[in-house]
RNA sequence: GGCGAGGUAGCGAAGCGGUCAAACGCAGCAGACUGUAAAUCUGUCGCCCCAGUGGCUUCGAAGGUUCGAGUCCUUCCCUCGCCA
């Protein structure tokens, strides 16, 4: 373990897949980890209870959200995220860069960082990489991300390349920023988790050049660990699998790889294939709120009529609380009856089926059966195994 | 019994001579969702098909006026309100 209470060690490898364990200032997380996405301090629709059972060893929560609500001096008055939304294990704050793209009409971006107008309330608000940086130190997270241009997909490539160019100017100033904090030159700001460690993050849309200069130079300003963003944005599976292979190899082999906002199951098991770490995604839980439920088969929507007298459970090989109390006909009045219990119980089983996909690809490396694993995963939707 | 208001697609409700198979909402049916402005959004929603500036049948019922009627007239049936 490293100073800051953060440290990564390989357990095992199976071609290009890894497991690991990650250390951090709140606890260990054994990868490949999935973290769910708790953006405002909570998981929409269950407990922190909930989530521990399902098998959650850490979450992810946001910058750009909570500095606007309920504001970090707030939360950093409190004595941080952990305590303020008694969550004690691991936490990883996304820094803001996924805004800069998802709230795209409401912000402008130049040099000094993103100038967005509040979706709450409209006033002005300024986010640089420094800001992020104290914001997060304020909030406490464990793993703080350093803020980045995630570019929608399509860009072309000068545009893509002008982006990730910016993404490393900005990650320069962040990790200058972070590691003056942590070394209390910050007066101002309230550090609330001395163990805090931070990423970088890989930029170049769809250009394996871009990609790879991107990962060199990152790596070369040096942080705890490395992400890949601006990914999963449209850009059709395939083309993100490619970059994604064309990034892992430069990162370091003995840091965590963690791809940003991904994915489909399909998604986790290629990316894992690739040498990927850690995921998050919102798939799960809002697909979950929406009706889309993730099986053992496939996708299922329960709001379609066919299940309205269906008194099998969502996914006969699930052992979640969802599937071993309710049936299909069940879940789907309740959905359609608009009952809060729906999104709760979706989102369990969910959670639950993405939680314990990843405990089965952990599992699978540490016996050296991963391959056959994704084959039989492909085997299980009936469909025919990606092919790089 | 008298006076008044009204009967439009599963429900509610626009429509006041042609551009009406008929706005809009709900319900229904289906789809989307990938570092969460999302319990959201999109499509569809009389019947038929070769799926289109396509065919057919509709706006309480029956008749009528008109080149043309959901829209005007007559009669009837039925609802609701007030008065007896």
């Known amino acids: 373990m490293e100073p800051t209470g953060f440290g990564f060690e390989v357990t095992h490898t199976d071609g290009a897949a890894r497991r690991g364990r990650m250390q951090t200032a709140h606890g260990l997380v054994e990868t490949p980890a999935f973290m769910p996405v708790g953006t405002q301090g909570a998981v929409k629709g269950v407990t922190h209870r909930d989530l521990e059972s399902a098998g959650a060893t850490i979450l992810l929560s946001n910058t750009y959200h909570l500095y606007l609500r309920p504001g970090d ?87 893509a390349r002008q982006s990730m160019e910016r993404t490393l100017r900005w990650a320069a100033r962040g990790r200058e920023r972070f590691l003056a904090i942590r070394s209390g030159q910050t007066p101002g700001v309230i550090v609330t988790n001395p163990g805090q460690a931070q990423f970088g993050i890989v930029q170049g849309s769809v250009f394996p050049s871009l990609r790879e200069e991107s990962a060199r130079k990152t790596v070369e300003i040096g942080f705890d660990a490395y992400a890949i963003g601006g990914l999963s944005v449209g850009e059709p599976p395939p083309v993100m699998y490619e970059m994604v292979s064309r990034t892992t190899p430069v990162l370091p082999a003995d840091r965590p790889r963690y791809l940003m906002g991904t994915g489909t199951p399909e998604d986790l098991i290629e990316s894992v294939a690739r040498g990927i770490d850690l995921f998050d995604c919102v798939l799960p839980t809002r697909n979950a709120r929406n009706g889309q439920l993730f099986t053992s088969e496939g996708r299922l929507n329960i709001k379609n009529a066919k299940f309205a007298e269906d008194d099998r459970p969502l996914d006969p090989a699930c052992g979640c609380y969802t599937c071993r109390t309710c049936s299909r006909a069940y879940l789907r009045h309740l959905f359609m009856a608009g009952e809060i219990n729906s999104a709760t119980l979706n989102t369990l089983h969910n959670l639950n089926f993405y939680l314990d996909t990843m405990k089965r690809i952990r599992d699978a490396i540490a016996f050296g059966r991963f391959e056959s694993f994704r084959l039989a995963f492909y085997q299980s939707l009936s469909r025919q195994p990606h092919i790089s």
């Open 73 to 159: 001096d707030l939360i950093a008055r409190r004595g941080g995220l952990h305590r303020f939304i008694n969550w004690n294990k691991p936490l990883l704050t996304d820094s803001g860069g996924y805004q800069v793209f998802s709230l795209a009409d409401r912000r402008t971006v130049d040099e000094q960082g993103a100038h967005f107008r509040s979706h709450l309330d409209g006033s002005a608000h300024l986010l640089t990489p420094e800001k992020a940086a104290d914001i997060q130190a304020q909030l406490g997270s464990d793993i703080a991300m350093v803020l980045d241009e995630c570019l929608a997909h399509p860009a072309d490539e000068p545009a």
